[in-house]
């Protein structure tokens, strides 16, 4: 896609919802005005051939370099007036083209090699139009001499006229399906108009949506001078001039006579053509622009005025394709799960309105691949009220079943382009079976049901059914490795058994798997406990309805329950200073109390108390500065910088001891461990109560920044590994890369340049931050200001990563 400049990506952004001022019109129709281009006009037989292929006209988006262009008149017999049809070449709005690169036919003549044009295009060309007027002495050397003497008008001609033409595509595709809704039912329109709409990049008139639904259709086509959206994809196309002249005329649109502050009209930029075509106008010729309507190998002319066949005699202008490289369309897949492979599926994409509205892409297929490394290539038709193409799955080997993967691909003109992946399944072979216990529901909850089944993406529904009661429906959703999670809620249900009707898109018979429900009081297991812990687990079932665990007088309250198999797991806080007392002073039993009253008791054995080490020292080694910043001063070892290592000593405290076991694991202040420190792998054994450390923030995961902790892992004497409790280490912090700090005079304002400047969030002079420069989250820019200047020389940071943390930047000597 060709890049745009600044100026010219804000106009048309700013443009885009500027009503149509017709581009080339002697006379700018009124504001509110906008001109149609309803009035049909001529038809013309064109077809291009590249390398040996041919193609019609409405498959073709741009030509190339040494393409032959044939177009004939494409007149009815009853064709009462000549004409002739001149083509021109042009190569930018300073290059006038050569004599030989225009070239006419006189269509009512008898030779082929008269009546039509057979053309090759040349080198260096950018654009091609055509020019049709009625039979007129001299016309042919007026006509080349207007586009010799004036190039630049027909560049902005081809490129507009393209434009309009790509987005009126749209708009035509839009009207004939809301216009079809006359055989669909009475919900049609309030499904399918915002499909529609967002496939083809149309204005959504959604309070049409909320009439009766007789009007509902006349409503959404309203106004349609305003219903069409820019697209990116069909303004590059058409994007092929550059410098003053396209500068001035997007100036030209962002004032409000040239349109800004309303919708296009079919293209995005408004310009006056009074002014770009006046200058040709003549008592013999004035200038009529068309817009095309390509459908196979006719190209048909819209006009937006009925032509003259007397002095002065309309000269019609139609663009061709420009002449640049094929611009596949960036496809991206909406999917957002498996698909299912049924009858009517269709593979989801956006990013590309002229797929839908055009025939620039053709040949359309899926590759199909099967589990078992089989393919199959299948086409697909492009649905825009359908948001994506239609697969059409009939007949399918018995292969493609569960798991299939899909790769959209095409033509796009003459190139072959690559679309999104897609994971499709289909239903068919095994049957649908609890991945888990069968007997696992309990009664009183709700309960999350793992089913495997061949194709999870095909379910429609799955619908519960216990005794002779009625269907309730559930809710579900397809997970990885061919399951579906369900979830089943029993808070009223009786025991006994529980029926799930799985009913899948393209299976007429529906599946049930039986499942067991089954009343369960709380059934205690045991009591973790480690003496020294300020915290405990309790593992059995139904362990949602305990209150409290007392062990003596430590009070332990539930913190999180999880599922883990077929059981609860609880997990258990000492309530105030409250600790696990070692074995010799604890009670033989535990009292558990549950939310209905009731009491239950639990043997209780006390575990070795967890090993235990103290931070003796810590030292952080800054990685080298890279070239062209300056060095900032993090302290004394409080922050880890991204590009550092950090060398600390710990002391095993407790009775613990270091070894060839021993570890260290490291995690940020929320989160599982995320790095391991073993001996002789960042671990050095001083003695067997001093280990030395090194961590290296570059071992740690990407993006690991913020607070991180540690704790020590040992060995027990039968290969068991104890873990300690966490404590704090050390805060990793992401630097930006400063370039200059410069002050202006004694007393400021300082100026920092530099990179990723939103790693700070304030800057100051002083330590107390009394007048600190904020920085704003997702800051882009490269330098901030700070008023007054530092009286030792230095400036205060504060990070992201470590608020609480003051970081000094030296001025610039």
């Known amino acids: 896609m060709r890049k745009r400049s600044p100026t010219r990506r804000i106009s048309r952004i700013s443009c885009s919802i500027g009503l149509f001022v017709s581009p080339f019109m002697l006379a700018a129709p009124a504001l509110g005005d906008p001109a149609p281009f309803e009035l049909s006009g001529p038809d013309l037989s064109i077809e291009v051939t590249r390398g040996g292929q041919t193609l019609p006209i409405s498959r073709v988006p741009s030509l190339a370099v040494g393409d032959k262009v044939v177009v004939h008149g494409a007149f009815p017999e009853s064709q009462g007036a000549n004409f002739v049809l001149m083509s021109a070449f042009l190569r930018g709005a300073t290059n006038p083209p050569p004599k030989d690169w225009i070239d006419l036919a006189r269509t009512w003549k008898e030779k082929e090699k008269d009546k039509a044009l057979t053309l090759t295009v040349p080198r260096d060309a950018r654009q091609m139009v055509l020019l049709m007027v009625p039979e007129t002495g001299g016309a042919e050397g007026v006509l080349m001499d207007a586009v010799r003497g004036k190039p630049g008008e027909f560049v902005r001609a081809s490129q507009d006229l393209n434009q309009a033409s790509l987005d009126h595509s749209r708009l035509n595709a839009f009207m004939a399906a809301i216009?079809?809704?006359?055989?669909?039912?009475?919900?049609?329109?309030?499904?399918v108009a915002p499909v529609l709409a967002s496939s083809l990049s149309i204005k959504l008139q959604e309070d049409c949506l909320n009439k009766v639904i007789q009007s509902q259709a006349s409503c959404l086509v309203e106004n349609r001078d305003s219903l069409v959206l820019t697209d990116?994809?069909?303004?590059?196309?058409?994007e092929t001039i550059t410098g003053t002249p396209t500068d001035l005329a997007l100036q030209l649109a962002n004032t409000r006579e040239g349109g800004a502050g309303y919708y296009s009209a079919y293209i995005a930029v408004a310009r006056d053509v009074a002014k770009i075509f006046g200058a040709f106008n003549n008592p013999q010729f004035n200038y009529l622009p068309t817009?095309?309507?390509?459908?196979?190998?006719?190209m048909s002319l819209l006009l937006n005025a009925a032509p003259s066949f007397k002095k002065p005699k309309s000269v019609m202008i139609a663009a061709m394709p420009?002449?640049?490289?094929?611009i596949p369309p960036q496809l991206r897949s909406t999917a957002k799960g498996p698909i299912c492979m049924a009858q009517g599926a269709v593979l989801p994409v956006e990013g590309a309105p002229l797929m839908f509205s055009t025939d620039f892409a053709h040949d359309m297929k899926v590759r199909l691949t099967s589990a078992s490394g089989q393919v199959l290539e299948v086409p697909v038709k492009a649905r825009a009220d359908k948001g994506g193409y239609v697969l059409a799955v009939d007949t399918l080997p018995a292969a493609f079943a569960g798991d299939v993967r899909g790769h959209l691909h095409g033509i796009w003109g003459f190139a072959p382009f690559d679309g999104p992946d897609y994971l499709l399944q289909r239903a068919g072979g095994d049957a649908w079976k609890a991945a888990g216990d069968a007997d696992g529901l309990i009664v009183g909850r709700d309960n999350d049901v793992a089913l495997e089944g061949m194709a999870p993406g095909c379910v429609e529904d799955v619908t519960l059914r216990q005794g002779n009661g009625a269907g309730r429906p559930l809710k579900f959703k397809a997970q990885e490795g061919r399951r579906l999670n369900v979830t089943v809620p029993l808070a009223d249900a009786a025991a006994g058994d529980v029926r799930l009707e799985i009913r899948e898109r393209g299976v007429a018979e529906a599946q049930t798997v039986t499942l067991r429900a089954r009343v369960q009081a709380s059934r205690l297991d045991a009591l973790e406990l480690h003496a020294g812990d300020a915290q405990g687990f309790l593992t059995g079932q139904r362990l949602d309805q305990v209150r409290s665990v007392m062990l003596g007088d430590v009070e332990f309250r539930p913190d999180e329950l999880t599922r883990e198999g077929g059981g609860d797991r609880l997990h258990l806080i000492a309530q105030g200073t409250g600790k696990v007392p070692n074995a010799a002073a604890v009670p033989d039993k535990a009292t558990v109390k549950l939310e209905d009253g009731r009491?239950?008791?639990?043997?209780?054995?006390?575990a070795a108390p967890r090993p235990q080490v103290a931070l003796l020292q810590r030292t952080v080694y800054p990685g080298p500065a890279v070239?062209?910043?300056?060095t900032l001063d993090i302290g004394s070892g409080d922050l880890l910088p991204d590009n550092g290592e950090m060398v600390f000593s710990l002391k095993a405290a407790?009775?613990?001891?270091?070894g060839a076991g021993s570890a260290i694991e490291i995690a940020p202040a929320q989160g599982e461990s995320i790095a391991r420190l073993e001996i002789g792998k960042g671990l050095s054994l001083e003695s067997p109560e001093v280990v030395v450390a090194t961590l290296r923030a570059a071992d740690l995961p990407p993006a690991t920044f913020g607070a991180i902790r540690l704790r020590f892992v040992s060995k027990a004497a039968d290969g068991r590994e104890e873990r300690g409790d966490w404590m704090p280490l050390t805060t990793v912090v992401r630097l930006p890369r400063i370039e200059s700090v410069t002050c202006e005079g004694q007393d400021g304002p300082c100026t920092v340049a530099g990179r990723n400047l939103f790693l700070i969030d304030a800057v100051a002079v002083e330590d107390g931050f009394a007048k600190p420069a904020t920085v704003q989250p997702g800051y882009t820019g490269r330098t901030l200001q700070v008023s007054g200047r530092p009286a030792d020389g230095a400036l205060r940071l504060r990070l992201r990563d470590a608020p609480a943390s003051v970081v000094k930047l030296a001025l610039d000597k």
């Open 179 to 191: 216009r079809a809704q006359d055989d669909s039912g009475p919900e049609y329109l309030r499904t």
């Open 232 to 238: 990116v994809h069909t303004s590059s196309l058409a």
């Open 291 to 298: 817009l095309t309507v390509r459908n196979a190998d006719r």
């Open 322 to 326: 420009a002449v640049e490289a094929d």
């Open 599 to 606: 009491n239950l008791t639990l043997p209780v054995r006390i």
């Open 627 to 630: 070239q062209g910043t300056k």
């Open 654 to 658: 407790g009775g613990a001891r270091f």
